[in-house]
């Protein structure tokens, strides 16, 4: 098969990428403790797999309080920015692109990963259903539990919230990022404002939708101020049609997915961003995104359409030829194929993936994975 589609020229914002494949932010657990700091192992592993065209880093949270799973990365301290550093150094060693995901994840957390055992927080009292978060037990040892009953966000501290957002851009380019992803998906803190489901606020920022959706217009806003709008993304995960109960951290499921978010994408058009990724469900037998909204994304938002789901080298060609997207990003499989643009370039079989070790541990199913060897 013919995998050009691939290899054609692609602009990001101000940016020229060398391909249109994407490592998409993938949670690994990995930071050192204490104070959940980027380390020499994170550097190798982003290293590995800088052949992308484009690469962004697992979600970061952007403050304590913006936690909920054990183990995970922050860019919030002296300390992370330095990790962070060896991070961008190696990719950038190695000519690639990399953008950090701002990360908070509002309700879905536990007291026991919150400052002084404290309530999650959220838009509204609403606990997080359909979601288990991780918690450390022991060194190197964890658990998964039900998220703790959040409080909701009082008035001042949303407002707080937002610049706490503006300095974690500051801080990733001090980090040497050349850009940064706002994480607006899987049902996480702007997920939660934008929801229906998880918002009942009576103010400003909650009831109808261009309420809901103010949250995220301030947030993007105020990225786009302190670093420049051609250097932030923006990634949802809408779901349309499930037979089962949601799950949480795969999305909101809301009563007209279409009108959402395609308003919050014309939010984002009118700031002038520089892409919109899209997380597609990606369970078995999960609902595909209607024709109708790609092509009304397309149509639109002017800047890049990234997507991730379980896409096949021939399914993203397809949507890459389409038109419909313009870079497609592969969770899994550059999980375990570092080298996978060439890989794709070249039709060379795929590694398979060690799902026992996504989460927490060392190098194994980490930076082991072996590049392609020809014969």
């Given at each position: 098969?013919?995998?050009?589609?691939?290899?054609?020229?692609?602009?990001?914002?101000?940016?020229?990428?060398?391909?249109?494949?994407?490592?998409?932010?993938?949670?690994?657990?990995?930071?050192?403790?204490?104070?959940?700091?980027?380390?020499?192992?994170?550097?190798?592993?982003?290293?590995?797999?800088?052949?992308?065209?484009?690469?962004?880093?697992?979600?970061?949270?952007?403050?304590?309080?913006?936690?909920?799973?054990?183990?995970?990365?922050?860019?919030?301290?002296?300390?992370?920015?330095?990790?962070?550093?060896?991070?961008?150094?190696?990719?950038?060693?190695?000519?690639?692109?990399?953008?950090?995901?701002?990360?908070?994840?509002?309700?879905?957390?536990?007291?026991?990963?919150?400052?002084?055992?404290?309530?999650?927080?959220?838009?509204?009292?609403?606990?997080?259903?359909?979601?288990?978060?991780?918690?450390?037990?022991?060194?190197?040892?964890?658990?998964?539990?039900?998220?703790?009953?959040?409080?909701?966000?009082?008035h001042e501290e949303i407002k707080n919230l937002i610049s706490l957002y503006a300095q974690a851009?500051?801080?990733?380019?001090?980090?040497?990022?050349?850009?940064?992803?706002?994480?607006?998906?899987?049902?996480?803190?702007?997920?939660?404002?934008?929801?229906?489901?998880?918002?009942?606020?009576?103010?400003?920022?909650?009831?109808?939708?261009?309420?809901?959706?103010?949250?995220?217009?301030?947030?993007?806003?105020?990225?786009?101020?302190?670093?420049?709008?051609?250097?932030?993304?923006?990634?949802?995960?809408?779901?349309?049609?499930?037979?089962?109960?949601?799950?949480?951290?795969?999305?909101?499921?809301?009563?007209?997915?279409?009108?959402?978010?395609?308003?919050?994408?014309?939010?984002?058009?009118?700031?002038?961003?520089?892409?919109?990724?899209?997380?597609?469900?990606?369970?078995?037998?999960?609902?595909?995104?209607?024709?109708?909204?790609?092509?009304?994304?397309?149509?639109?938002?002017?800047?890049?359409?990234?997507?991730?789901?379980?896409?096949?080298?021939?399914?993203?060609?397809?949507?890459?030829?389409?038109?419909?997207?313009?870079?497609?990003?592969?969770?899994?499989?550059?999980?375990?194929?570092?080298?996978?643009?060439?890989?794709?370039?070249?039709?060379?079989?795929?590694?398979?993936?060690?799902?026992?070790?996504?989460?927490?541990?060392?190098?194994?199913?980490?930076?082991?994975?072996p590049a392609y060897k020809q014969a």
């Amino acid at each position: 098969m013919d995998n050009n589609a691939y290899f054609t020229p692609v602009t990001l914002g101000n940016l020229s990428l060398k391909n249109r494949i994407v490592l998409p932010p993938l949670t690994r657990s990995r930071s050192s403790r204490p104070g959940n700091i980027p380390n020499d192992l994170m550097a190798t592993y982003y290293r590995q797999r800088s052949d992308a065209g484009f690469m962004v880093t697992e979600g970061t949270q952007i403050e304590p309080r913006g936690q909920g799973y054990a183990w995970t990365p922050g860019i919030y301290t002296a300390d992370q920015i330095q990790g962070w550093k060896k991070v961008t150094q190696a990719v950038h060693a190695k000519g690639g692109v990399i953008f950090a995901q701002l990360w908070h994840v509002g309700r879905v957390s536990h007291t026991s990963l919150q400052p002084n055992g404290a309530a999650p927080v959220g838009p509204s009292a609403i606990p997080a259903k359909g979601v288990k978060v991780f918690i450390e037990t022991g060194k190197n040892t964890g658990k998964l539990v039900e998220p703790s009953m959040p409080r909701a966000l009082r008035h001042e501290e949303i407002k707080n919230l937002i610049s706490l957002y503006a300095q974690a851009a500051r801080n990733a380019l001090e980090a040497g990022f050349d850009g940064v992803e706002l994480h607006s998906a899987n049902g996480y803190l702007v997920n939660q404002f934008i929801s229906e489901k998880s918002n009942q606020r009576e103010d400003e920022y909650g009831g109808n939708l261009g309420n809901r959706l103010r949250f995220l217009h301030d947030v993007v806003q105020a990225l786009a101020n302190t670093i420049g709008a051609d250097r932030v993304g923006v990634r949802f995960s809408p779901l349309f049609s499930t037979t089962h109960e949601p799950r949480t951290y795969l999305g909101l499921l809301e009563d007209n997915p279409h009108q959402t978010y395609i308003e919050a994408i014309k939010i984002l058009e009118k700031i002038g961003i520089a892409y919109v990724s899209i997380a597609e469900a990606d369970w078995d037998n999960a609902p595909t995104l209607p024709l109708d909204f790609r092509q009304d994304m397309r149509k639109t938002f002017s800047g890049c359409i990234i997507c991730a789901g379980r896409y096949t080298v021939e399914s993203g060609q397809k949507i890459l030829e389409s038109g419909l997207a313009d870079m497609i990003a592969f969770g899994r499989n550059f999980i375990a194929n570092p080298d996978l643009p060439s890989r794709i370039k070249h039709s060379w079989p795929l590694n398979p993936l060690d799902e026992s070790t996504l989460f927490g541990g060392g190098a194994k199913g980490y930076t082991d994975y072996p590049a392609y060897k020809q014969a």
